[in-house]
């Protein structure tokens, strides 16, 4: 029997989810032996030689990878370049890089990948280190190098196991065990990095374990129960609070680390049973909108990105539908996308997924008027905290789409480069500010950086979906109650309502960034995208109508180009202030809506199934 050490965090709510992790020198007792041991075996090498020549869409990913492998094969080595702080652009190209060349390989027997993926790996065995002052950057070259060196192990000359080896220990092992023994900051935070660092480690670990027994065991000891801060924010729906672009690298991640857990060691110890984890890919696909863009808020990009961990969490989970949402939303394939790959599924509809959903933890709400159809409306809307890494100034922000377009849109993250991006110039910048975000702004004022924005009201039925989220805090120097709703009518027109009591200071604005071309009439504004249109229309205050303002940013900035504001004004005057805009593709309805307080809105609050 392993001696056991149980890993347990008290809070107020109670004792969190933990799972039992042997003893250090146990927890290497049942280490494969024989090569390939991570992620992808030998025996998963004959079954993908198999699906290739019997799946199509298998084939077709496989002579994507070997095309790309056949660019690699002339292009430069990775360079020890440092950009800002980091190194990182080359720890994943070399990531890349060996991935791809390994897998060709490891299915074609074509020297030629073998060779330029050596080279790129002894290249990199070279650096000075890592960089491990930006651990991601340390992480992912131990990751990097660790699968060349278990996937290509037969093949290489006993001089290069040892120069490979030798990296892995000394910029990346050791590294991370000085990072451990102190309890450093990432070892004990519950973001992205804890996650990406403990999982790119424990691969190199778990790659020169044989070698390396006892500084392996510690490694993959510290990170199990590292990693287990981090995944407890999967609870209890799986989203993720950091946005859809951190959602995918810590998933990613995490599935490396419990993927090459499971083919070296045949467990993963449980952390695959970590509450909201089986069902984190339901984030993902919410997330995504008709137009194949993200509801990106926090340092997002709108790009979905392609996610080999959707086919992995499918066919771990059994969720057919998780790998059909990747092979239609694939953006851009990796060597994973083959050896994880699933054909199974069907389209949300059919799978009987709901088109509405609130995420809780992050106080995150999708809306949408159908799956399945690139025309479709699809809202997202959000409270939460302004606290959580990588977080704008953003609560109350939304973003939508409608007739294949994106009309109201996130700019996203802006240059991690730039001046204390991460520092005290952070809500200084346009894009991280409030003035940047689809929400109200008084005065030009940023919302409150502590503020938290809980949903107090969701609602899903068929004529009409809701949310309203509860905006006091983010505004509390300048008002006494604030909250905004979003409500998809007749799965077809948005209603962006806002209520305001004790409102001071000179001007409030909405604003909603838009690439559209404006036209302004009035209480109405019409936005323009090729053939298609959006209408905007006032609902309340009587008399308030649309303006134009720039949503450009001084250097070193990005500046935005193409983007513009669709602004409403309200001069701030005693009394409780509603201001509701209507959005309607194609054309406004002939009867207007009725306006109705939020606090009618909120009488029903219920959460429908994800499935």
Request: with cysteine.
């Amino acid at each position: 029997m392993y001696a056991l050490f149980l890993v347990t965090l008290m809070v107020s709510a109670g004792q969190e989810f933990s799972v039992e992790v042997p003893a250090e020198n146990e927890i290497l007792k049942t280490l494969r032996a024989e090569r390939p041991r991570l992620i992808a075996t030998a025996a998963d090498t004959q079954r993908i030689k198999k699906l290739i020549a019997e799946e199509p869409r298998a084939a077709e990913l496989y002579q994507q990878i070997k095309r790309n492998a056949d660019r690699y094969l002339t292009a430069d080595t990775v360079q020890y370049r440092i950009i800002g702080p980091r190194l990182l652009s080359e720890s994943r190209k070399c990531l890349e890089h060996v991935y791809t060349l390994a897998t060709a390989y490891r299915l074609e027997g074509d020297r030629r990948y073998l060779e330029r993926a050596v080279k790129e790996m002894l290249t990199a065995a070279s650096f000075k280190d890592w960089n491990p002052s930006h651990f991601l950057d340390t992480a992912e070259m131990t990751h990097a190098l660790a699968i060349g060196y278990d996937w290509l192990y037969k093949d290489l000359s006993q001089q290069q196991r040892e120069t490979i080896r030798q990296a892995i220990v000394e910029k990346g092992l050791r590294e991370a065990e000085k990072v451990y023994r102190k309890q450093q900051w990432w070892s004990r935070t519950r973001h992205n990095w804890n996650q990406v660092c403990n999982g790119g480690i424990t691969i190199g670990a778990l790659a020169v374990a044989d070698q390396e027994r006892e500084l392996a065991a510690y490694i993959v000891h510290q990170a199990v129960q590292s990693v287990q801060l981090a995944m407890r924010e999967f609870a209890p729906d799986g989203a993720c609070v950091e946005g859809p672009g951190y959602w995918n690298y810590a998933t990613s991640y995490n599935v490396y680390m419990l993927a090459a857990l499971e083919s070296a060691l045949g467990t993963d110890f449980g952390l695959s049973g970590f509450p909201g984890f089986s069902v984190t890919g339901d984030f993902r696909i919410h997330s995504v909108g008709p137009t194949k863009q993200t509801f990106n808020f926090a340092d997002a990009s709108s790009g979905a990105g392609r996610a080999a961990q959707m086919f992995w969490l499918a066919r771990k989970f059994n969720q057919p539908l998780y790998a059909w949402h990747e092979r239609e939303y694939i953006g851009g394939v990796s060597a994973l996308h083959l050896w994880w790959y699933d054909g199974r599924g069907q389209p949300p509809s059919k799978a009987g997924f709901a088109t509405d959903r609130w995420f809780r933890r992050a106080d995150v709400v999708f809306l949408r008027s159908a799956w399945d159809d690139p025309q479709a409306v699809f809202v997202g809307f959000k409270g939460g905290d302004n606290k959580v890494n990588h977080s704008h100034l953003e609560l109350g922000t939304f973003v939508l789409d409608a007739l294949g377009e994106r009309w109201a849109v996130d700019l996203g993250a802006d240059n991690y480069n730039m001046p204390a991006y991460f520092g005290n110039k952070r809500w200084t910048y346009y894009r991280l500010a409030t003035i940047g975000q689809n929400t109200i702004v008084i005065d030009g004022q940023n919302q409150d950086p502590k503020a938290v924005a809980p949903v107090v009201a969701f609602s899903s039925q068929p004529q009409r979906a809701h949310a309203v989220v509860d905006l006091s805090a983010a505004y509390a120097k300048q008002v006494a109650k604030a909250q905004r709703g979003a409500a998809l009518l007749e799965r077809k027109h948005v209603l962006v309502q806002d209520e305001l009591e004790g409102i001071s200071g000179k001007e409030l604005w909405w604003q909603m960034h838009t690439q559209a071309k404006i036209e302004l009439k009035g209480n109405q504004a019409v936005l323009s995208q090729g053939k298609q249109q959006l209408w905007a229309t006032v609902l309340e205050p009587a008399g308030a109508g649309f303006a134009i303002e720039s949503a450009a940013a001084p250097p070193p900035q990005n500046p935005n180009t193409g983007v513009q504001k669709l602004v409403v004004k309200l001069p701030v005057a005693p009394g409780p202030v509603r201001l509701a805009v209507l959005l309607s593709p194609n054309k406004p309805p002939e009867n207007l809506p009725t306006v109705e307080p939020l606090s009618k809105w909120a009488g029903s609050i219920v959460q429908p199934p994800s499935k």
